[in-house]
């Protein structure tokens, strides 16, 4: 059976050593209410949710799943009381304003809690995990009317929120949506459609759930520039907030999938549905990505969590299971056999899933500080700033989805790995967390979409390749300050190649897409993933750096700690980062290679 124990002493080493949240916190207006002692008490708080309320369920639920019928869904046993328990703690509202019932905490507490909350049970974590995004959209594009009736509740916990824009003929194409808004005399509008594949877009855990729903005015323009954004409640609420009457809105069906099968994905059919109007007419598609970009920021945490669970439950079993002997010597003569953690190629397998969940905590979490101040921007209407630090997570954002994700089921398939036969037996868990972390790379889009969207659109389109020369900037300034120290220089070493090789890469591939048009979209994920890989390698650097000074001058955890930090830095340096070479091999072969053959050709069937 699965286990979770929630790895508090590497989040604080992150968050104390490496990043110093507390002197980041002080540039918060907010950040006075995260002293040492609140952050403490809330990250043990939430780990005893984690660890005992909602990991048990997690095995269960998977094999009960949702249920349906006559539109209505039920949780599997367990959620809706595990649910209750949230509410009651308010961990909904940890980083949202007082005035709505929040506990105004900066928000990469928030994400800290979804990690511990998303590693213990990702499909019961997607359901509070929606309405994040809902209440970010309210808060940023909301009217004062909007949020008075609907963050109250939202916040609290006892409504829920969802994102609604795929529908059966178009999923990223959004310019394709065709869903309709009808004007009313009264203000409000009647929305028609079918939308597809929504996350807790029905269930039984809340009294009411609001809909964020993409769809067209009459008249408006073709394509993504003719999209308008919607809250269509479930119930409509009263004049006190209260819930009130059916709206138009009905689950038409769930669907049976391959994993986060406790979490229910609907078709939800919009009939005549009461809908009001968030932000302008036509610019929609603008307020829906601060919503894709919180869940793709929780998406990339998935990848996290599926190779920190993976990882935790085969390092157990790699030490009690025993097979064989050691290449290099018997290890424990008294034993039929050596366990197999004492062999090289297990050892692979392990490092490499720890060194993904260790790594990708560190990209999350820096970026988590971008995330701080943007909301920062958020709270007081400054545009300005909300777009400069949006610009900074910009680039990140489809790395740390894209990459981590992809990372998340490899580490899972090592799981299985180092379980043998058993890795394929559900009573494990672990062929669970592999079924799970497939679809991470899928929703809020695909690895392809993201990879498109790093190199075709921030890259290239929109910074003409600056956002990697500011970021290996970045790189390169943190490199000249370890230059001479003996221990860092075999790290300071490849980086410092690898960002000269970054930017050639992306100014070889600009001058390339000059006559070859394909080969942004012919690289991208090759562009991705070594983009990916630099990154993780750069924090895996500074978390090295950080390890050093602690083994030298003492810090809070034993020296085995900070010796491990080192040792998985050196095999993640010595045996991941070389793939980035068949990355940069790869993404300047002309796109010919994949574009020459005739469509006829694939395949000869007949």
Sequence with gaps: MLTYKAPLRDIKFLINDVFDFQNHYKDLDNGANADPETVDMILQSFADFAEN????????????????????????????EAYEQFVEGGWQGISYPEQYGGM????????????????????WAMYPGLSTGCINTMLQYGTDEQKAIYLPKLVEG???GTMCLTEPQCGTDLGQVKTKAEPQEDGTYKINGTKIFISSGEHDLTENIIHIVLARLPNAPEGTRGISLFIVPKFVPTEEGEVGERNGVTCGSIEHKMGISSSSTCVLNFDAATGYLIGEPNKGLKAMFTFMNTARIGTGIQGLAHAELSFQNA???AKERRSMRALSGTKEPKKVADAIINHADVRRMLLTQKAFAEGGRSMIYHAARYADKMAQAVAKGDDAEFEKWDDKLGFYTPIIKGFLTELGIEAAKHGQQVFGGHGYIKEWGMELIARDARIATMYEGTTGVQALDLLGRKVILQSKGKAVRDYTASIMKWCGEYALDK???????????????WNTLTVRLMLMARKDREIISAASEDFLMYSGYVMMGYHWARMAAIAYDRLENGGTEAPEFYKAKVQTAEFFFDKILPRTSGHAESMVTPSEVMTAMDIDSFAFLD
């Design 104 to 123: 105004n905490l900066p928000m990469s507490l928030n994400l800290i809690k979804s990690e511990m909350m998303g590693t213990a049970n990702w499909p």
């Design 158 to 160: 006892t409504w829920s």
């Design 53 to 80: 309320v909602l990991a048990p369920l997690y095995q269960d639920a998977d094999a009960e799943g949702c249920h349906f019928k006559d539109g209505e869904v039920t949780t599997p046993k367990g959620f809706k």
């Design 315 to 317: 390092l157990p079993y």
């Design 487 to 501: 221990d860092m220089r075999k790290f300071v070493w490849v980086l410092t190649k690898l960002c000269a090789e």
